[in-house]
């Protein structure tokens, strides 16, 4: 059974940085990529970025791109998400997904397995 474990959260002050982890467990195929999304109190999921597995490429949304780095180690079947020069809107629980396609996509519900979710939490 797929499990996905996000870990890394906590509450910073606006400038800092955090990474978060995502670990695997339970694959039973090679093919896949990674996402991480976030939702803030009364908004809806959104997307952040997303790694494909085998290929390393990236995708991010455009409001994160410049500050949010996603990788991966394969040895420990872990995905990360740097997070530089975090602002408070930037407060929200982030979770990591799975998807069963080569390449990362940015729809929530093109994902199969989700995490518990980790909390972000970006003071002025």
Known sequence: QVQ????????VQ???SLRLSCAASGLT???Y???????????EREFVG???WSHGDTLYA???????TISRDY?????YL???SLKPEDTAVYYCALDRSIVAHTTASRYDYWGQGTQVTVSS
């Open 33 to 43: 990529s990674m996402g991480w999304f976030r939702q803030a109190p009364g908004k």
């Open 14 to 16: 606006a400038g800092e």
């Open 4 to 11: 996905l474990v996000e870990s890394g959260g906590g509450l």
């Open 75 to 79: 040895a420990r079947n872990t995905v």
């Open 62 to 68: 455009d409001s994160m791109k410049g500050r949010f």
């Open 29 to 31: 195929f090679s093919i």
């Open 50 to 52: 997303g790694i494909s």
């Open 82 to 84: 740097q997070m530089n």
